[in-house]
Nanobody, 114 residues
Framework: QVQLVESGGGLVQAGESLRLSCVAS????????MAWHRQAPGKQRELVAI???????NYANSVKGRFTISRDNAKNTLYLQMNSLKPEDTAVYYC????????WGQGTQVTVSS
């Protein structure tokens, strides 16, 4: 069973930065892709950023130019660098890993005050 553990969330002011981490219990090179998602109160979960095994990335339009997804295979860790945070970025952020099925972490809260 794959376990994903997120960390790095917190309360920040608008314009500040945070870096989220997601540590996997197994070799992340076995995953087809890894991604960050978020869910704000009363809204559906949405894809924020995704990275493939080759390192190609895609971002939601709302975070392009502000967020950067990356992975450290040696540490089995996925990252999300979030800069210029806005109040609308407030959400629970989840990492996911896809193989024959999708595995999810438990989420980490990000709150951006105005």
């Amino acid at each position: 069973q794959v376990q994903l553990v997120e960390s790095g969330g917190g309360l920040v002011q608008a314009g500040e930065s945070l870096r989220l981490s997601c540590v996997a219990s197994t070799n992340i090179r076995t995953f087809n892709s890894m991604a960050w998602h978020r869910q704000a109160p009363g809204k559906q979960r949405e894809l924020v950023a995704i990275i493939s095994t080759t390192g190609s990335t895609n971002y939601a339009n709302s975070v392009k130019g502000r967020f950067t997804i990356s992975r450290d295979n040696a540490k089995n860790t996925l990252y999300l660098q979030m800069n210029s945070l806005k109040p609308e970025d407030t959400a629970v952020y989840y990492c996911s890993a896809e193989t024959f099925r999708t595995f999810w972490g438990q989420g980490t809260q990000v709150t951006v005050s105005s």
